[in-house]
Nanobody, 114 residues
Framework: QVQLVESGGGLVQAGGSLRLSCAAS????????MGWFRQAPGKEREFVAS????GSNDSVKGRFTISRDNAKNTVYLQMNSLKPEDTAVYYC???????????WGQGTQVTVSS
């Protein structure tokens, strides 16, 4: 059974930083991309960043950096210079490269106060 478990969310003041973690288990993820999405209240879920096994990554948020530790099957999202508009539930996802996101975590809340 595949599980993605996020951690590291919380309340932070604007300008602060957080690092989210997502621990994956239940299968081999060597051919999988792992990613982060977020969903703010009343808004659709949006893509934040993704990373392949090789380490190549995409991010639409210049203040955020994604990384992964393949030995630990863990992906991280370093978020700097946080803004109130970054407030959302952040979800970890995994899926075959070039295909749909198959697996999702339960989400972790990030709240940025002004």
């Amino acid at each position: 059974q595949v599980q993605l478990v996020e951690s590291g969310g919380g309340l932070v003041q604007a300008g602060g930083s957080l690092r989210l973690s997502c621990a994956a288990s239940g299968r081999t993820f060597s051919n999988y991309a792992m990613g982060w999405f977020r969903q703010a209240p009343g808004k659709e879920r949006e893509f934040v960043a993704s990373i392949r096994w090789s380490g190549s990554n995409d991010s639409v948020k210049g203040r955020f950096t994604i990384s992964r530790d393949n030995a630990k099957n863990t992906v991280y999202l370093q978020m700097n210079s946080l803004k109130p508009e970054d407030t959302a539930v952040y979800y970890c996802a995994a899926g075959p490269v070039g295909s749909s996101w198959l697996y999702w975590g339960q989400g972790t809340q990030v709240t940025v106060s002004s």
